[in-house]
């Protein structure tokens, strides 16, 4: 019964930002801890980014001050704000339920001039 659907994606400038949105559904988000991945042609899939059910926030490095992990618990959202793209930016996002098999389908991100 669990879903999770990204949006949000799509072609940005060099500099730019985007909002991805995770929509979560047959879970309780409120006690999960949720994650953000991403996944370049040829590349192993890497984590991105995490918040906890208290709404502790991870990051990894690279990402670390660019983007923002947050959660709105009643409209059942994930999101990740994107700022300072970098053409190293530029994957299928992936939203995840944290320790499990459950992903969302994915949403491309594209940063380029």
């Known amino acids: 019964q669990v879903q999770l659907v990204e949006s949000g994606g799509g072609l940005v400038q060099p500099g730019g930002s985007l909002r991805l949105s995770c929509a979560a559904s047959?879970?309780?988000?409120?006690?999960?801890?949720m994650g953000w991945w991403r996944q370049a042609p040829g590349r192993q899939r890497e984590w991105v980014a995490r918040?906890?059910?208290?709404?502790?926030?991870f990051y990894e490095y690279s990402v670390k001050g660019r983007f923002i992990i947050s959660r709105d618990n009643i409209k059942k959202t994930v999101y990740l704000q994107m700022d300072s793209l970098k053409s190293e930016d530029t994957a299928v996002y992936y939203c995840?339920?944290?320790?499990?098999?459950?992903w969302g389908q994915g949403t491309q991100v594209t940063v380029s001039s």
């Open positions: 047959g879970l309780d988000l409120s006690i999960a801890t």
């Open positions: 995840r339920r944290s320790f499990t098999s459950d």
């Open positions: 918040i906890t059910g208290v709404g502790d926030t």
